[in-house]
């Protein structure tokens, strides 16, 4: 079994920052690439950004690239999302997972274990 903790959500006004982190425990965390995904009220959950297990790779969706940086530090068993330039239509409960998976994935039934979830709206 593996735990995840995220934090870091808020309030934030639209071109503003914030910054999420997914704290792992339980079993190695090294051994599972990281994902984040976000699900706003009415509609499905939708990737965000993946990285891999030692973190030499990374994707994201189109709609926060150049705006998104996904990070992660297998010391702390802690994973990142960095969110710059943020827009209203960013707001949404923010998931962190953990797939057995290299390198991650964009699909949610890749992932294995998830986080509780953490609240982001960006006010306009």
């Known amino acids: 079994q593996v735990q995840l903790v995220e934090s870091g959500g808020g309030l934030v006004q639209a071109g503003g920052s914030l910054g999420l982190s997914c704290t792992a425990s339980g079993r190695t965390f090294s051994n599972y690439a990281m994902g984040w995904f976000r699900q706003a009220p009415g509609k499905e959950r939708e990737f965000v950004a993946t990285v891999s297990r030692v973190g030499g790779a990374t994707d994201y969706a189109d709609s926060v690239k150049g705006r998104f940086t996904i990070s992660r530090d297998n010391a702390k068993n802690t994973v990142y999302l960095q969110m710059n330039s943020l827009k209203p239509e960013d707001t949404a409960v923010y998931y962190c997972?953990?797939?057995?998976?290299?390198?991650?994935?964009?699909?949610?039934?890749?992932?294995?274990?998830w986080g509780q979830g953490t609240q982001v709206t960006v006010s306009s």
């Open positions: 997972a953990a797939s057995g998976q290299y390198s991650g994935s964009a699909i949610p039934a890749a992932y294995d274990y």
